[in-house]
């Protein structure tokens, strides 16, 4: 069946990029049924959309997150990617990766990568 | 946008049924039938319980029912159980290619 991975540091500093990306098994990233997207969770607190890709290169982001979200897709090597510029503490949570249906719902999710922005 | 307001907590006997409200604005929730219900345990990735408000993915007990009246979704839990124990999170499509979610309800299976 799908499955999702993210891979990336776990540890970013203050004011860099942080980068993730997620690797799809399982099934083709360019199917022309799903978007697959980004979803973070700080610790002990609720889920945020940060945003999706179709496998042509379309992305959507949340406004709140737009200006220092960069989403990209690499279809040769089923993955799609997650650039997070200028990040603070408060960026500090788990990234979750997952498909999602006509950017709708979410089904499969990866089992998410804590990310530390720290000194 | 901001996000969608659901109950900090809800609680339930074994056997019971619990319902867990999801209230957005006209502009989400009461505008689309695009609400989905997804289900966390502790340390582990959400799992979808409900989506389109009502719809449940092949795998999901009928126990678990959605339903939606004006800007509010409901999440309804029937014949609790102890593995139902857990958080539970709504989302809506919002326009414009947005997505929201809610922030978050725990259960508590008493």
């Known amino acids: 069946q799908l499955q999702l991975q993210e891979s990336g540091p776990g540890l970013v500093k203050p004011s860099e990029t942080l980068s993730l990306t997620c690797t799809v098994s399982?099934?083709?990233?360019?199917?022309?049924?799903?978007?697959w997207g980004w979803i973070r969770q700080p610790p002990g607190k609720g889920l945020e959309w940060i945003g999706s890709?179709?496998?042509?290169?379309?992305?959507y982001y949340n406004p709140s997150l737009k200006s220092r979200v960069t989403m990209s897709v690499d279809t040769s090597k089923n993955q799609f990617s997650l650039k997070l510029t200028s990040v603070t503490a408060a960026d500090t949570a788990v990234y979750y990766c997952?498909?999602?249906?006509?950017?709708?719902?979410?089904?499969?999710w990866g089992q998410g990568t804590l990310v530390t922005v720290s000194s | 946008q901001s996000a969608l307001t659901q109950p900090p907590s809800a609680s339930g006997s074994p056997g019971q049924s619990v319902t867990i409200s999801c209230t957005g604005t006209?502009?989400?929730?009461?505008?689309?039938?695009?609400v989905s219900w997804y289900q966390q345990h502790p340390g582990k990735a959400p799992k979808v319980m409900i989506y389109?408000?009502?719809e449940r993915p092949s795998g999901v007990p009928d126990r678990f029912s959605g339903s939606k009246s004006g800007n509010t979704a409901s999440l309804t839990v029937s014949g609790l159980q102890a593995e139902d124990e857990a958080d539970y999170y709504c989302?809506?499509?919002?326009?414009?290619?947005?997505?929201?979610f809610g922030g978050g309800t725990k259960l508590t299976v008493l």
């Open positions: 997952a498909r999602q249906y006509s950017l709708n719902w979410f089904d499969p």
């Open positions: 399982g099934g083709s990233i360019r199917s022309s049924s799903f978007y």
């Open positions: 890709i179709y496998y042509s290169g379309s992305t």
């Open positions: 006209s502009s989400d929730v009461g505008a689309y039938n695009y």
């Open positions: 389109e408000v009502s």
């Open positions: 989302s809506s499509y919002a326009g414009s290619n947005n997505l929201v």
